[in-house]
């Protein structure tokens, strides 16, 4: 198994980069320079990230509205569960030495690693 940032497995550093989403990916981006496998988790984190942050501030705005606001509202509860699966489900196959790509994410997240 090849060692990544902190002498870590490489599967750990990568599964690493989801905890905190943004800032984990971050981090990670930041300290491993040669990791592909593990920039590539770290990308698609960072990525992960700002989509859920973007989606989370439009569905807080619309459930602020009388009427309908209820709709929006539970839209963003199922969102955050689903949103809590898939970063479970990304760790896991990090931490399987797979490269599991989000759809367009995870395109964008190789596209990036690859330059």
Known sequence: MNKSIFNLDENLAAALSYVFSIV???IVLVLEKENKFVRFHAMQS????VAVAILN???GILSGIPIIGFIPGLVH???GLVTLALTILLIIKALG???YKLPVLGEVAQTQVNK
């Open 24 to 26: 984990s990916g971050i």
């Open 77 to 79: 509860w199922a969102f």
């Open 57 to 59: 501030i439009v569905l």
């Open 46 to 49: 960072v990525l992960l990230g």
């Open 97 to 99: 030495n797979e490269t």
